[in-house]
């Protein structure tokens, strides 16, 4: 110990601390995995401090408001160079992702709800967990999902886009709703902190993982999960990326949902043929804008070139590439510099 002390830029933190292991940086992860040793925090000293390992990702905004919102957040130590820790509590992992989750994990959720006091059920329309609003070529793309927006809009379902809100709002809504439908993803973590009994409805057009069926039985929620994936349908390109666009099932997804909420989703003027033609050019064009952003980082020198060929034996969404620019920089700068905007051919909806 006096070796450490004699260190220059070794922090020493007195008394009691609980290590919570690496901050994720991401929505999901940072819920799951970095709260998952949180549970023990009545068991331990009401000074411990508590040590986060930080990465070079630094840290989200949401971690800040979550751990205010637990009224934590002056106990917080966020570690970037070593540290010196007098007295250690290293609880076990009550979720080890996609595999185990402990209800000792609700202890927390529990602490969370009596501080913030957010009503349950409350609201009686179905809260719909929308991705519609994530930008094609950074984030995993759902074709389909604007559609299913738009028809769960006409249906009367309150819409929510959780990254264009605070944690603890997002937490409220899950609260407020007792009907909840929305795709496998980071956002219906949100659950976690609601007190259960739940109607839900997950859709996925890949595996969902186990860890939400662990979840939903520990909070007594009544779920359906619907393997939503769609075969690939002719005309999909093939590029090399990272996150591939998922294909959904539209159809099937909505006659599932028709059937959990009790009312008739419509898809207007769009029967299973015209929706399959319609998402290989969703499939193409996110897969193209996140081939662009990839490529554009690796610093790529062909890639205007492979576009001029794709523009002339494709068809793409023209408005999906509109709205993408608005957002990115990259996109913006990119399809800029080609004078996309002049080209009137093969672009399509």
Not at 206 to 222: E, Q, T
Request: aromatic letters at 10%.
């Amino acid at each position: 110990m006096s070796r450490f002390k004699s260190c220059s830029d070794t922090t020493q933190i007195d008394g009691q601390a609980i290590y919570l292991g690496i901050l994720h940086n991401h929505y999901g992860h940072f819920l799951c995995e970095t709260l998952s040793r949180l549970w023990a925090i009545d068991s331990v000293d009401s000074h411990a401090r508590l040590v986060l390992l930080v990465t070079d990702a630094g840290v989200p905004g949401f971690v800040d408001d979550f751990f205010r919102m637990a009224g934590l957040q002056d106990r917080l130590v966020y570690v970037r160079t070593p540290v010196c820790v007098e007295s250690l509590v290293i609880p076990d992992a009550a979720v080890i992702y996609p595999h185990l989750f402990h209800p000792a994990f609700l202890r927390l959720t529990r602490s969370v709800l009596e501080r913030t006091a957010f009503l349950s059920d409350n609201e009686t329309a179905p809260l719909f967990v929308s991705r519609g609003n994530l930008v094609p070529g950074y984030s995993r793309y759902v074709v389909g999902e604007r559609m299913l927006h738009e028809a769960m809009v006409r249906a009367g379902a309150t819409i929510v886009s959780p990254e264009t809100l605070g944690i603890a709002e997002q937490i409220r809504l899950f609260n407020a709703h007792r009907r909840i439908v929305g795709y496998a993803g980071s956002a219906m973590h949100n659950l976690l902190f609601t007190t259960g009994d739940k109607d839900v409805l997950y859709y996925s057009a890949r595996a969902i993982p186990k860890i939400y069926r662990l979840i939903d039985k520990d909070l007594r929620n009544r779920a359906r999960y619907v393997d939503a994936h769609l075969l690939s349908c002719p005309g999909m390109l093939a590029f090399e990326i990272g996150f591939k666009p998922e294909v959904l099932d539209l159809p099937g997804v909505v006659q599932e949902i028709s059937s959990f909420l009790g009312v008739e989703l419509v898809l207007e003027g769009l029967d299973h043929l015209a929706y399959q033609k319609c998402a290989v050019v969703e499939f193409n064009t996110a897969s193209m804008l996140r081939y662009v952003v990839e490529q554009r980082a690796r610093g790529s020198s062909t890639l205007e070139a492979e576009f001029a060929d794709l523009e002339h034996s494709h068809v793409f969404d023209r408005e999906m590439i509109a709205r993408s620019m608005q957002r990115s920089p990259v996109l913006r700068k990119f399809f800029g510099d080609i004078g996309w905007e002049k080209s009137a051919h093969n672009f399509s909806y």
